[in-house]
């Protein structure tokens, strides 16, 4: 039982280039949720899906992108990379927020140069 | 606005000492809470849920309280060993269906020997 899965664990782009951070659950949950974490700022809720095909905006959605084509996968994607998007960011997935917590992947270590 | 704080101050406390950690919010309406730990380089870790009919919850040395009046939980950690110093996260649910978990910024809680 592998849980939440993140990929990559560190990457460095450069400012303008795209990419795609990857989370993959393997508990059935429906709730997932990407989150980025800066010193002082505590955790910021960018995106969340309450089921496949389900998306809405968090905190601070602009300059990213979601989609949950299947209950497993929530992709984050980065379409112009920014310094300002410098940070860790962690996926989470929870079998329902109103009786479980949520459970974390190990994060991406993500810098802009 | 809505807001979560949390004591952005460090808590040191003797080993053996009940650690109490507090997490004010104002303009939400939860109808539970949760609280986490985080050590450095990981994930949140879920401890424990506590709805608003809940005033207390315990799991074996932990004890959060939700007084929804003062709009205020507590979280205690009884007994506290130097293995329970970390950063504790309390979080909130909103919107519709309470789907949306917003973070505080964590106290970071140190026990000496």
């Known amino acids: 039982n592998a849980g939440v899965t993140q990929t990559p664990k560190f990457q460095v782009l450069k400012t303008g280039q795209s990419m795609t951070l990857q989370c993959a659950q393997d508990m059935n949950h429906e709730y997932m949720s990407w989150y980025r974490q800066d010193p002082g700022m505590g955790l910021r809720l960018i995106h969340y899906?309450?089921?496949?095909?389900?998306?809405d905006q968090g905190e601070v959605p602009n300059g990213y992108n979601v989609s949950r084509s299947t209950t497993e996968d929530f992709p984050l994607r980065l379409l112009s990379a920014a310094p300002s998007q410098t940070s860790v960011y962690f996926c989470a997935s929870s079998g329902g927020t109103r009786t479980y917590g949520y459970t974390f992947g190990s994060g991406t270590r993500l810098t802009v140069v | 606005s809505q807001k979560i704080e949390q004591n952005s101050e460090a808590l040191n406390i003797q080993e053996g000492k009940t650690a109490t950690l507090t997490c004010n919010y104002t303009n939400y309406s939860p109808a539970y809470l949760q609280w986490y730990r985080q050590d450095p380089g990981r994930g949140p870790v879920f401890l424990l849920l506590?709805?608003?009919?809940?005033k207390e919850k315990r799991k074996e040395r932990l004890k959060v309280t939700f007084d929804t009046t003062l709009k205020q939980s507590l979280f205690h950690i009884t007994a506290s060993q130097p293995a329970d110093s970390a950063t504790y996260l309390c979080?909130?649910?909103?919107?519709?269906?309470?789907?949306?978990?917003?973070f505080g910024t964590g106290t970071k809680l140190q026990v000496i020997p």
């Open positions: 506590i709805r608003e009919n809940e």
């Open positions: 979080a909130l649910a909103s919107g519709g269906g309470y789907q949306k978990v917003t």
């Open positions: 899906s309450v089921g496949a095909g389900i998306t």
